[in-house]
C-alpha cells in the first residue's frame, strides 16, 4: 500500500506540488496524467525517495520513505523518463552490476536476468548497449527496474517515444507485471494506454489533483454516456429526426443521450421505412476529459 498525504514541493519560489494526497493498494496500477509541467515528474520522484517534499508524508509498504529511504529503494524499481544506460557495458554485466547494487549474489542475479531477458523478449545477441535500438534499450532500463523483483514499480513515460509495436509490448508487459502481483504507478501521454491499464486515473493540473478515480467514476463525473444511431432512410425529404443528424455514404447517424430518446429516435426510423443498421455507445475518452480540465 502507497499513502501519501498533503505532499507540496517547492523549487525555488515556485510551489511545483500542492497537497497531494492519495493512497494505491497492491496489485493496482495508477496512471498520472496531466500536461507538461504539471507536476508528474516531481511527484514520482519523489515516490521513489529521489527528492524529497517539503511537507507531507509518504508511506510505501508501511516504512516512512522520508525517514528511511534507502529501505524503500530496495522494493521499488524506478524507471526515468529518460534513462542514462552505460553504453559501452554488455547488457547481462550491465544488469549484473545493479544487481550487485542490490546485495544479490552472483546466482540470482543470472538466473533473475535470464528470466527479464525472456520475458521482455531482449536479445541483445553480445551488442553494447550503445549499438542496441531505442525499444530494446528501453527494455534494459525496464529489465534493470526488476532485477532486484522490486514490489512497486514507479515508471515515468515507460513508452514514449518508441515505435507503436515496442509500445504495445511493454503496455502488455505491464499488465502482466500487474498480474504477478507488482503496484505500479507511471505517467503517460498516450491516454488510450492510460484508459486501458490503469486501475486508477489521477489528473494533475499545474500541481494540484484535479480529480482520481477509477476510469467508470472520471467518466460519470465529466460526462455522460451517448449512443450513435446509424440508420438508411428510404426517402431523404423524411430527415426530421432528433438527435443532430449527420451523414456518412448512404447512412445517417443521430446522437441521443438516454434510453428513452433512443427506444423514440429508432421506433421513428422504421415508421419511417428505415432500418436501424446500427447503434454505438459513446463514452467521454481520458482525452477528452483532459481536454475538458484545461491547461
Ligand atoms: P511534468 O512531469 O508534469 O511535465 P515536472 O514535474 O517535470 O512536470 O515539472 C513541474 C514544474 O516544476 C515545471 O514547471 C518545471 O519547470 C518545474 N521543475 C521541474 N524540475 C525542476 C528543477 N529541477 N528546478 C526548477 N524547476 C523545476
Not at 22 to 32: A, R, V
Amino acid at each position: 500500500m502507497i499513502e501519501a498525504s498533503h505532499l507540496s514541493r517547492r523549487y525555488g519560489e515556485v510551489t511545483v506540488l500542492h497537497d497531494i494526497s492519495f493512497t494505491c493498494t497492491e496489485g493496482q496500477i495508477l496512471g498520472i496524467i496531466g500536461h507538461n509541467g504539471a507536476g508528474k515528474t516531481t511527484l514520482l520522484k519523489i515516490l521513489s525517495g529521489l527528492i524529497k517534499p517539503d511537507s507531507g508524508t509518504l508511506t510505501i509498504g508501511g516504512v516512512d520513505v522520508l525517514a528511511d529511504p534507502m529501505q524503500v529503494k530496495c522494493q521499488l524499481g524506478y524507471l526515468s523518463e529518460e534513462s542514462r544506460l552505460y553504453e559501452t557495458m554488455l547488457v547481462p554485466d550491465y544488469l549484473r552490476f545493479f544487481g550487485e547494487i542490490y546485495g544479490l549474489n552472483r546466482e540470482t542475479i543470472d538466473a533473475r536476468a535470464g528470466v527479464l531477458l525472456t520475458q521482455l523478449s531482449l536479445h541483445p545477441d553480445g551488442k553494447r548497449i550503445g549499438n542496441l535500438s531505442k525499444g530494446m534499450k528501453r527494455k534494459v532500463a525496464i529489465a534493470r527496474t526488476l532485477i532486484h523483483d522490486p514490489a512497486i514499480l514507479i515508471y515515468d513515460e515507460p513508452g514514449s517515444g518508441l515505435d507503436p509495436m515496442t509500445s504495445r509490448f511493454i503496455i502488455d508487459y505491464l499488465k502482466e507485471l500487474r498480474n504477478q502481483g507488482k503496484t505500479i504507478i507511471l505517467s503517460a501521454h498516450n491516454l488510450n494506454q492510460v484508459e486501458e491499464i490503469c486501475d486508477l486515473v489521477m489528473i494533475l493540473k499545474r500541481g494540484d489533483v484535479v480529480v482520481r478515480g477509477t476510469m467508470p467514476e472520471l467518466r460519470e463525473q465529466f460526462g455522460s454516456i451517448r449512443y450513435e444511431v446509424w440508420y438508411l432512410l428510404p426517402d431523404e425529404s423524411l430527415m426530421t429526426l432528433p438527435g443532430g443528424t449527420e451523414k456518412s455514404g448512404n447512412l445517417w447517424m443521430s446522437t441521443v443521450r438516454s434510453v428513452s430518446d433512443l427506444n423514440s429516435l429508432t421506433s421513428d426510423v422504421t415508421t419511417n421505412g428505415g432500418v436501424v443498421e446500427r447503434i454505438e455507445s459513446r463514452y467521454p475518452s481520458l482525452e477528452e476529459i483532459l481536454i475538458k480540465i484545461g491547461k
